[in-house]
């Protein structure tokens, strides 16, 4: 019988990994990236190619994806608080055969730290078959799945093991998030009163601050030391109904414990559809990656290829937009959007007419003008917003923060206008959540695989599009492969399900046209 209550270990000892930050090394030269020259992506990125494969540009993808030089967060204006790669490393380590030597094919040397990057690179958006927060008085759920997963199941369990601090300005927690995964534990008790034991759990887990050529498994904090944490617990001792951190645990302690879905289930997602078994698309595929840790050539099949050729697709461009990058925009350009928000008790308000259209520009910048229509073509309210030309973000040089210039009020009465330039009124507006996020990553255009959206505006034939993550939603853009008998779609904004706005293209053109 096992003693599971008492002890456990995975079949699978987790293994080290480097944890390879997200932010850009260019100053931080003891640091290394995935998306680095020379680095796993970019060897990644030559072995589809000698393949016979379109380039699939992950590291080019890693660099946009992962804040490496802030794009997404000054396209989006979300500030990431996640700095690193732990979760992707934390989940390949309990799922997958550790890479100990050196592969060379087609003449590319991956380095073990290279054969784990991508390893990681594969499993950083795992779904997750269990989850569960940890507070104060969560010790017996840390005590009973600690029992079940790597006791009974014999799978590793990953935890973040860093309580938030609370930040002293607002009394909040500020997150933080350090995952490492446990593969193996003991568990000492010692009787507290009827059916309560004070529980003393050393817990092995695998640590990330390791180079990354690194075979093995170092453990965290301490290497060949377990992590000791101390709770008591009410019930039974396989699975208490209630317990309590105690002694030194009480402020150190793992506030977050979670699973990856089984291999199994991921890779037969894979065989399906490469890339669908992630929660977020990355053009890493993980069948190419287990050829690269075994040493071997690609075996490239149909649906691979299907896959790479989705996102390697041609720019279609007149003569006029040869040398624009990214599309030209023209003074009478708009667009026009269906758009419901949800208001301040968690209603959606009825849907209203949104018109985005440009109407100037001021030196390196696009001026934009903003508002919702109303009866008879009014719209009492337009915001006058500044976007860069090179970039299509807000621009920095607007007279005020965030692109904004000024607000326009129209007389529903008279259609006579005056002016404003209290930024309040763009910041209060409840399409600058949708506005702010407009802005499309031009030098990212086609990483991302095709979809299919249709807008009964358009007509009834299915649009190719790309749907990209944007802040707390997602958007989807037309391809730029796509025409239109009203006009060339490149580049124009179609639809965006976000948590607190949603909109759908229903008209665009040239005024006066």
């Known amino acids: 019988m096992s003693d599971y209550v008492n002890r456990g270990e995975a079949a699978r000892v987790a293994w080290s990994g480097y944890w390879w930050p997200m932010m850009s090394s260019q100053d931080r030269d003891d640091y290394m990236n995935l998306y680095d020259e020379g680095g796993p992506l970019d060897k990644y990125d030559q072995y ?45 380590s309990v799922l997958e055969n550790e890479p100990t030597v050196r592969r060379e094919i087609h003449g590319i040397g991956f380095e073990v730290g290279d054969q784990k990057g991508l390893l990681t690179v594969c499993h950083n958006g795992d779904p997750v078959e269990l989850i569960r927060k940890l507070g104060e008085n969560d010790a017996h759920l840390f005590h009973a799945t600690v029992i079940q997963s790597i006791g009974k199941d014999r799978r590793g ?57 690194f075979v093995g498994v170092k453990n965290w904090p301490m290497d060949e030391r377990p992590k000791v944490y101390t709770y008591r617990i009410t019930g039974s001792k396989e699975n ?42 990355h053009p890493t595929l993980r069948t190419l990656v287990y050829s690269i840790c075994a040493g071997e050539t690609a075996t490239v099949n149909q649906t691979i290829r299907s896959k790479y050729q989705s996102l390697d697709l041609s720019w279609v461009i007149t003569p006029e937009e040869q040398d624009a ?83 326009l009020r129209q007389d529903i009465k008279t259609g006579a206008f005056t002016r404003s330039d209290d930024p309040a009124l763009w910041d209060n507006s409840p399409v600058r959540r949708l506005l702010t996020q407009v802005p499309y990553a031009w030098d990212r255009a086609g990483m991302e695989p095709v979809t299919q959206i249709t807008l009964r505006a358009l007509g009834r034939s299915p649009i190719a599009c790309r749907k990209l993550s944007v802040g707390k939603g997602v958007q989807t853009w037309a391809d730029h492969t796509v ?13 965006a399900d976000l948590d607190l706005i949603a909109a759908q293209l229903i008209d665009f053109g040239h005024k006066n046209t």
């Open 483 to 495: 025409s239109h008998p009203r006009g060339n779609l490149r580049g124009m904004f179609l639809s």
């Open 48 to 92: 589809c190619v000698a393949s016979g494969l379109p380039n699939p540009r992950s590291r080019e993808f890693e660099g946009w994806r992962h804040f490496a030089d802030k794009r997404m967060e000054q396209a989006t204006g979300y500030t990431a608080f996640w700095w690193g790669h732990c979760n992707g490393w934390a989940a390949a």
């Open 325 to 407: 990058y990214p599309p030209p925009l023209e003074v009478g350009d708009f667009w026009r959007y269906s758009v419901t928000s949800q208001d301040t008790i968690g209603s959606w308000t009825r849907p209203f007419l949104l018109h985005v259209e440009v109407v100037g520009w001021d030196k390196d910048d696009w001026v934009f003008e903003v508002g919702a229509v109303h009866q008879d073509e009014i719209i009492p309210e337009r915001h006058v917003i500044y976007y860069s030309k090179a970039t299509r973000q807000l621009s920095e040089q607007s007279p005020y923060p965030g692109g904004y210039a000024y607000t």
């Open 240 to 281: 208490p109904q209630s317990g309590y951190w105690i002694g030194g645990s009480r402020l150190d302690h793992p506030d977050l414990m979670w699973r990856p879905q089984p291999l199994s289930v991921q890779n037969a997602a894979e065989t399906k559809d490469p890339g669908s078994s992630q929660s977020s698309f």
């Open 157 to 213: 369990l990953i935890f973040d093991t860093k309580l938030d601090p609370i930040d002293p300005k607002t009394g909040e927690p500020t997150r933080e998030v350090w995952n490492y995964p446990a593969y193996r534990y003991e568990l000492a008790y010692s009787e507290a009163g009827p059916k309560s034991w004070d529980v003393t759990a050393q817990i092995w887990f695998a640590n990330d601050a390791v180079e990354p050529n």
